[in-house]
């Protein structure tokens, strides 16, 4: 009986824990709830099934404990018993499968009004590329990546001049606006992750990858690597400031484009070179 308890006791105790838990998601900053929805499914699945084989664990303790003179009966098969596991298997599975789907088909459909930015991750910083007035990135590549470019545009690209580059600052998005976030790695794998943001994608070396976002609420958030990137791991870290409009076009206005970087780089290598002079 004692142990019988015990096992009930840690059913309840971990479901209340989960509902009362001080320990839960950040309040949500995008258009994401999909996916914290699709998580509550899971848990309420995995938690049934968890409370059940519990339950069942406790029944089986107390029902058959040893008594004196009672034997146990061997029975190797039960297709009935099995079928049913099998078809509640397969039932609770594919609902926890079915809502990741949805979801993954939104999460990978880019709405056509969506603004490409990028983000740009290395050992151990953040960079991040935003359009120029044309409203196009220009190209880029990591054979280009100089001191004076550190995102290796393509300085024969018409795009890339105008192009925003803040280099090892803080990212700047639109409210309500939708955003096509383009993840390049220079060095190992990173994971550009905003916990309020919910989406999150792996940095790749030699690959761009992407997610979308679509900002619902005014803050300053902070910018984690979720993958584990070499010593300094747990310094890579930035801010993303959801602005509205107004606010969003003022700091704009006052970021330095590319060729105006390239520029000012320019003179002050060719001063140094001179010997300040």
């Known amino acids: 009986m004692a142990v019988a308890l015990i096992l009930l006791l840690v059913a309840i105790g971990s479901v209340l824990f989960h509902i009362y838990s001080p320990w839960w998601w950040t309040p949500i900053a995008t258009n994401w709830a999909y996916i914290d929805h699709t998580i509550n499914i899971t848990f309420w699945i995995t938690g049934f099934v968890f409370v059940a084989v519990i339950a069942f664990m406790a029944y089986c ?30 039932v609770g599975v594919a609902a926890m499968l079915a809502p990741g789907l949805v979801v993954w ?8 009004d969506a603004t490409e930015i990028e983000v740009m991750g290395q050992q151990w910083q953040w960079s991040f590329r935003l359009p120029g007035k044309d409203g196009k990135l220009g190209t880029s590549d990591v054979r280009n990546i100089a001191a004076d470019n550190p995102m290796g545009l393509n300085r024969d690209d ?22 096509k976030v383009l993840l390049r790695s220079v060095d190992v794998l990173h994971d550009f992750y905003v916990p309020e943001f919910r989406a999150k994608m792996d940095m790749v070396p030699g690959m761009v990858t992407y997610f979308w976002i679509t900002p619902i609420r005014t803050g300053t958030f902070d910018v984690l690597c979720a993958e ?50």
């Open 61 to 90: 303790v107390f029902r058959f404990h040893h008594k004196e003179g009672r034997r146990a009966d061997y029975n190797p098969e039960n297709k009935r018993l099995e079928w049913w596991l099998s078809v509640g298997t397969g």
């Open 105 to 112: 088909h939104q999460f990978v459909t880019v709405p056509a």
């Open 158 to 179: 018409a795009h890339a001049q105008d192009d925003v580059v803040i280099e090892n600052g803080d990212l700047h998005l639109q409210l309500g606006k939708p955003v």
């Open 228 to 277: 584990l990137c070499g010593a300094a791991h747990y310094q890579m870290r930035s801010k993303v400031i959801v602005d509205e409009e107004r606010e969003y076009h003022a700091w704009l206005e006052q970021q330095k484009t590319f060729a105006e970087l390239s520029s000012a780089k320019a003179i002050v290598k060719a001063t140094y070179q001179s010997g300040g002079k």
